[in-house]
């Protein structure tokens, strides 16, 4: 449906900066909502650069409802993909007030605008973590939902997925789609835009690059007690790129006039890897070494995760197509390029 306007929630951040370069290069419109609270501009001009096309943004906290307003007013949107949200699992614990007001409030904001100017179609960031400790895996979309949420971050995930789900259930004609994303890491080929994370990274991959970087001494592993293959934790890492690529999938789906209603779905590989593993790799795609020292289990945190991914498959006709080694290499690529991420010191 390329030529459809989507206003991207989000988008100067790292999975929205990645899907706007494809969202650009499939020939859509995008309109760029952000309030830079955890971006760069320069992250923005970074996409004009590889796409060659200009990029709409405009700076709005979604929690300001005449800002939203104005957006909706000025830009005639066909479908929302909404991004914006604060991440980090340990601050959201700290400041849960932060986290809800912005994560549901914000998301609450951008509904009611939406439904005041009668858009309502919008693909919605999720993660694994509302799965919260697997009873099985994989993990497929219908394993239960919230119970294992262990702090504010996940919960408000959890919490806009069920107010989503309300609302295609009190008004039939919205149409959400919401992504489960698994482990994103990686950048985009250029190494002009990557994962640039404020101070300390809570992500491994970053941490990794920002170790090989010489930004940081050394990797911490939380834990090598967990029941995996060696001990460290397991996780489905998805290249960004590939994820950029599933956001495509879903929004094609959503401008289909014949789809409406929820849908669910797991963007991952299907495979997990350890801690130990993505070092490996990372060193092996790098040349560099990253030393490591073994320290106690972050609590929350759990042995493994990896997705079904057979649902996407077989309705986004999506799947991950990049390796482990691609993930590496690209992380490497944008950290080596830009060894302070796009410029501003910690
Ligand atoms: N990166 C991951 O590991 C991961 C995993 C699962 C889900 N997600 C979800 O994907 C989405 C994007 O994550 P990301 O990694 O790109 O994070 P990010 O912090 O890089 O991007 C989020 C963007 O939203 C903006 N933002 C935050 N609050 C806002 C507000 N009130 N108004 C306007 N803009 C606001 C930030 O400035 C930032 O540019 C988030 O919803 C996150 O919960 C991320």
Not at 117 to 145: F, M, R
Request: glycine fraction near 10%.
């Amino acid at each position: 449906m390329s030529g459809a306007t989507v206003l991207v929630t989000g988008g100067a951040g790292y999975v929205g900066s990645h899907s706007v370069v494809q969202l650009l290069n499939q020939g859509f419109k995008v309109v760029v909502v952000d309030n830079l609270v955890n971006a760069s501009p320069e992250c923005l001009k970074r996409v004009e650069e590889i796409t060659g096309k200009k990029v709409i943004s405009v700076l709005v906290d979604l929690c300001n409802k005449d800002e939203v307003d104005k957006v909706f007013s000025k830009y005639k949107i066909d479908c929302v993909i909404h991004f914006a949200a604060l991440k980090a699992v340990g601050e959201s614990v700290s400041m849960p007030l932060t986290y809800y007001r912005n994560n549901v409030g914000g998301s609450v904001t951008l509904l009611e605008v939406m439904k005041a100017h009668n858009v309502k179609k919008i693909v919605y960031s999720s993660s694994a973590t509302v799965y919260g400790t697997p009873q099985e895996l994989p993990l497929t979309e219908d394993h239960p939902t919230g119970l294992g949420c262990t702090n504010p971050y996940g919960k408000s995930k959890y919490f806009v997925e069920e107010m989503l789900k309300d609302l295609v259930k009190s008004d039939e004609t919205w149409s959400v789609i919401s992504l489960r994303y698994f482990n994103p890491v990686g950048a985009h080929e250029s190494g002009k835009i990557g994962e640039d994370p404020k101070g300390v990274p809570n992500n491994i991959m970053p941490y990794i690059a920002q170790v090989a970087v010489g930004r940081r001494k050394d990797l911490r592993v939380f834990g090598n007690d967990y029941n995996t293959l060696d001990g460290t934790g397991v996780r489905d890492y998805v290249h960004i790129q590939d994820l950029a690529v599933g956001h495509i999938a879903a929004t094609n789906k959503i401008l289909n006039p014949n789809f409406c209603g929820w849908k669910v779905y797991n963007l991952g590989t299907g495979s997990g890897l350890s801690v130990l593993q993505l070092v490996k790799a990372f060193e092996e795609a790098s040349g560099q070494k990253i030393p490591c020292e073994v320290v106690g289990r972050r609590a929350g945190d759990i042995d493994a995760s990896y997705a079904d991914v057979s649902l996407a498959k077989k309705e986004l006709h999506w799947e991950a197509t990049r390796g482990v080694l691609d993930m590496c290499r690209d992380t490497w690529r944008w950290q080596s390029l830009n060894p302070n991420g796009y410029g501003e010191s910690e």
